[in-house]
C-alpha cells in the first residue's frame, strides 16, 4: 500500500486536549481546579511530542473556554490520528480511568491505563460507555469524527489517596510523562526519556495576587489576549 505524506502525516499527528478551561473549571477540589491541572499536563506532553518528533496540535494552550461542539471540531478537523483528552476526576472514586470509543478494540485505552498504573496510580478500570441512541456516551467520541480519541482521567482529585499521588508537579508531570512513552511506542517513533530540565524544572513568575477573585480573573485575560499562558492558583 502506498502513503503518500499526507497520509504519512495523519498516521503520525497526534492532538492533546486539555479538559475544560475558561469559566468551565471541571472538577473543583480543596482550591484544585481541574482545568489548571490539564491544562499542565497537555502543556508538558505537547513540548515532549515535538522535542520527540511527532507532529502534534493542541485543542487550547491557555485558559480558554471552548464549547463541545468547538474542541470537537477542532479535533476532527485536524486530520491526526490520535487524540489524547486529558482529565482528572470526582465523584467518590479511586484511580485512573481510560475510556475509548464503542467502535475501538480499546488497545491503546489499556495500554495508557498499564502505564499510569505501572507509574503508581492503581488503574479502577478501561471501559467504553454507549449512549441511549446506541451511539457513544462521551461527546468527544461521538464528534471527533475518525480520530481515535482516549480520554485518561489520571485520577481522583477527592480522593485523599490519589490526591498525595498527584500532589507535586513533578509526580503529575511523571503521569504525563507515561503516556508520552506509550504514543511512541503506537505511533512508532523511538522513545528517549526526558532531557534534564525539560518541563519538571520550571521557573514561576508572579506578576499579581489578589483577595478578590473578580480582580485575578480580569488580569488573567488581560494577560491572555496579549498572548501570554497564565492560570490563577489559589495560595
Request: glycine content about 10%; proline content about 2%; hydrophobic content about 35%.
Amino acid at each position: 500500500m502506498w502513503i503518500t505524506e499526507k497520509g504519512r502525516r495523519r498516521l503520525e499527528m497526534l492532538v492533546i486536549d486539555a479538559g475544560h478551561g475558561g469559566i468551565d473549571p471541571g472538577a473543583v477540589v480543596n482550591g484544585i481546579w481541574e482545568k489548571d491541572w490539564t491544562l499542565e499536563v497537555s502543556l508538558y506532553q505537547h513540548e515532549r511530542f515535538k522535542e520527540l518528533g511527532i507532529p502534534v496540535l493542541l485543542t487550547r494552550d491557555r485558559d480558554q473556554a471552548l464549547s463541545p461542539e468547538a474542541r470537537a471540531a477542532k479535533v476532527r478537523q485536524s486530520g491526526a490520528r490520535f487524540c489524547i483528552s486529558n482529565h482528572y476526576n470526582s465523584g467518590g472514586g479511586s484511580g485512573c480511568e481510560t475510556i475509548h470509543s464503542i467502535h475501538s478494540d480499546g488497545k491503546l485505552a489499556k495500554s495508557i491505563g498499564r502505564s499510569l498504573n505501572v507509574e503508581g496510580m492503581p488503574l479502577r478500570r478501561v471501559f467504553s460507555k454507549k449512549g441511549t441512541s446506541g451511539d457513544d456516551y462521551y461527546y468527544m467520541h461521538r464528534k471527533t469524527g475518525k480520530v481515535e480519541t482516549i480520554i485518561v482521567e489520571y485520577g481522583f482529585l477527592d480522593s485523599n489517596r490519589d490526591r498525595k499521588k498527584l500532589k507535586s508537579f513533578s509526580d503529575r508531570m511523571r503521569f504525563a510523562e507515561a503516556v508520552v512513552q506509550v504514543m511512541c511506542t503506537t505511533l512508532g517513533f523511538p522513545y528517549t526519556s526526558k532531557a534534564k530540565g525539560l518541563a519538571t524544572d520550571l521557573y514561576y513568575v508572579q506578576i499579581g495576587a489578589f483577595k478578590n477573585q473578580q480582580n485575578a480573573s480580569a488580569l488573567l485575560k488581560e494577560l491572555n489576549k496579549k498572548g501570554y499562558q497564565a492560570i490563577i492558583k489559589k495560595g
